[in-house]
């Protein structure tokens, strides 16, 4: 696993309370896509928590994604996330 991949994996968990946590880098799926941009990932975040789960989605997803705010500038395209 990548050190950003790391990285991201300690900012969520520093963030919110969650039992379990994957990331899959999916960037290679998306290399002959139109919109694919070299160096930006596409990352799959597979989230166990019960905190996010008495939540509705769209309100944690909004928390996941306020998180990286900042990533969408540099390093991510596009990030999928599933609660579990």
């Known amino acids: ?9 300690e900012k969520i968990k520093n963030k919110i309370e ?3 946590i994957e990331i899959i880098d999916n ?3 998306h290399k ?9 990932l ?5 989230i166990k928590s019960n905190y996010l789960n ?3 989605r769209l309100d944690a997803e909004r928390i996941i994604m306020k ?9 991510l395209h596009a990030l999928e996330i599933r609660l579990k």
């Not at 002959?32 to 930006?40: A, E, P």
């Open 42 to 46: 596409h990352l799959i975040l597979e």
């Open 18 to 20: 969650l039992e379990e």
């Open 67 to 75: 998180i990286f705010k900042d990533e969408f500038q540099e390093k």
């Open 54 to 56: 008495k939540l509705k």
């Open 32 to 40: 002959r896509h139109k919109s694919f941009q070299k160096g930006k």
């Open 1 to 9: 696993m990548s050190p950003y991949i790391n990285q991201i994996k």
């Open 27 to 29: 960037s290679d799926a």
